[in-house]
Nanobody, 124 residues
């Protein structure tokens, strides 16, 4: 079992930056590929970014490519999402997830563990 806790969300203005953190406890963090997803009311949860176990491979949704950066610190059991040049359409609840799959997944259905999420609100 893996427990995931996100932090770092908040209310910012368009163009600002935020860094989300997701800290894991339980089984070995470095055994999992990690992902960030986001969801707004009435919409399905969408993929944002993912990172491999060692951090050498990353994937991004087209909507955040060039603005968001995913990284991880296995010594701290933490994955980060640095969000720059935020836009109002980035407003959502952001959740991190852990996957034990061999390949780095970008589909939510193959993630095994989820955090509760942290709210990010970007005002125009």
């Amino acid at each position: 079992q893996v427990q995931l806790v996100e932090s770092g969300g908040g209310l910012v203005q368009a163009g600002d930056s935020l860094r989300l953190s997701c800290t894991a406890s339980g089984r070995t963090f470095r055994s999992y590929n990690m992902g960030w997803f986001r969801q707004t009311p009435g919409k399905e949860r969408e993929f944002v970014a993912a990172i491999s176990r060692g951090g050498g491979t990353t994937y991004y949704a087209d909507s955040v490519k060039g603005r968001f950066t995913i990284s991880r610190d296995n010594a701290k059991n933490t994955v980060y999402l640095q969000m720059n040049s935020l836009k109002p359409e980035d407003t959502a609840v952001y959740s991190c997830a852990a996957s034990g799959r061999v390949a780095v997944p970008t589909t939510q259905s193959v993630y095994d563990y989820w955090g509760q999420g942290t709210q990010v609100t970007v005002s125009s």
